[in-house]
Each structure stands twice: as structure tokens, then as C-alpha cells.
């Protein structure tokens, strides 16, 4: 049994190992969803789910591990007299990398901070590749819905998809078209999308990605004037960097209402 245990432990250890990395190094979860991101045959999803079962079978032999090795891992905590003692030095050199990995991450300190930044730049380097939804979980919107709500027109839509060749129902959302002819969720968007109406409307297209300060430089908005309203609605963190999708994201609601919100008026 024993040797089924530390087996066992061993190989969950792998897999956890195995999809931690590629958590680690997969777009964030709307990106992902979005374009419909594989690697390796697996989807974000299915590393997730993976990495969740093999921690349970890790958890589970490692605590048999623990129960069958209990006694050597006492005798490490003994002192000369057989006692056990947490002053040993061998314990409080453990308990002070547990400690320190535990208050770096938390407290933002280097290098767990460049660490966590690195993950989060290598996550963000995939909306270069991908691009990002227009708004959050775009893909299980319901075709009829997600084009009334980009203003894209609906018979349009279906027109386009039509001559590509692309079976769908117009009560069924993105992410069920997209599985069911082999695409993502992102190439039905940039199959439909209406460039046209965006520009006639005057909303800057890729709206979502673009920043504040840029809106500002395309004399699209009044800088001083969006960050004045949008503190009035609330957002007292946001700076000349933040992007309208984030900004739509918090305050649930659509990047092209932030936009609207934030115009710049006419005088």
C-alpha cells in the first residue's frame, strides 16, 4: 500500500505540475473563451478542471503519505532528549519558507511581485493575438441579442454567415455556433462586425482596447471631463490608462455606454 500511495502522490504531483504551467501560461479566462483557446488538444477549461482533481487525489495520498510515514516525520521534530520541539532547525528553516512565500505574495514583494507580473504580462500578450470580446462573455450571447446590442445589423449578420458556409440559428449563442462549425467565438464577431456603422456612429472601433489617454489623443473625448464623470459614478481608482473595457466591466455595462458617457460634447 504503500508504494501505491507514494506512486500515486507522485504522478497526481506531475499532473498538477503539467496543467499548473500551462495555467500559468494560458490567455485569462475571456480571451480564452473568446478565441477559443487550445493547446496540446486541451482548452483553458479542461486544464482547470484537470489540475482541480489531480489536487484532490494530491491531497487525499498525501495525507495516507503523511499517516504511513508519520513516524520518521515525527523523528524529524525530535531533539536529543526525543522530545518533539519546534525550535528545531530543521523545522523553523521549513516554516520560514512557507512563511516567506506566503507574506511575499501577499505583501506584493520581489521577486514574487515580478513573478506575478510576468504572469500577468504573459496573459495580456495574448489579446494581441486573439483580441478580447466586446464585452464580457460575448460568446454565450445569443446571436439575436449580441447583435442588437453591438448594433450590428441582424439580417446582415446572417447574410454573412450564410455565404461562409456557417449553420446557425439565431437563438442560439456564439459559443454554440462557433463549437458546431469548428470556429471561435472571435472569428464569428470579425465575420459579422460593421465597420461601417461604428465609423457613422463616430465610436472608435476596437473599443474596448483602447485607453483613456488614447481616446484623449484622438480628440475623441475630454480627458479631465471622463475622469470627472466617471469618479461620479464611482470609480475613484481608474487613471488616464484604463481601458474602457475594464471600465465597462465595472461598471456593468457595455464599452460603447462608457463611451457615451464620457464623450465629448459639443459646444
Known sequence: MKKIVSLTLGLSFLIMSYTGVFLFLCPQGRIAYWSDWHMFGLSKTQYGELHATSFVIFMLFGMLHIYYNWKPIVSYMKDKSKKISFTKKEFLIALTINIVFVIGTLFMV???????????????????????????????TKLKAFCRKLGIDLEYAKSVLVS?????????????????????????????????????????????????????????????????ILSENGLNDIDSGSKIKNIADDLDILPVDVYNMIIKKDK
Open 110 to 140: 520581489e521577486p514574487f511581485k515580478v513573478f506575478l507580473k510576468m504572469e500577468n504580462n504573459i496573459k495580456d500578450s495574448w489579446i494581441k493575438e486573439y483580441g478580447e470580446p466586446p464585452y464580457g462573455h460575448a460568446e454565450e
Open 164 to 228: 461562409q458556409n456557417i449553420i446557425f440559428k439565431e437563438n442560439e449563442s456564439l459559443k454554440t455556433i462557433a463549437q458546431n462549425n469548428s470556429i471561435s467565438p472571435n472569428r464569428i464577431y470579425e465575420l459579422i462586425e460593421q465597420k461601417t456603422i461604428s465609423k457613422s456612429n463616430g465610436v472608435p472601433d476596437r473599443l474596448g482596447r483602447k485607453t483613456l489617454q488614447i481616446l484623449s489623443d484622438m480628440k475623441k473625448i475630454d480627458l479631465n471631463v471622463a475622469m470627472k
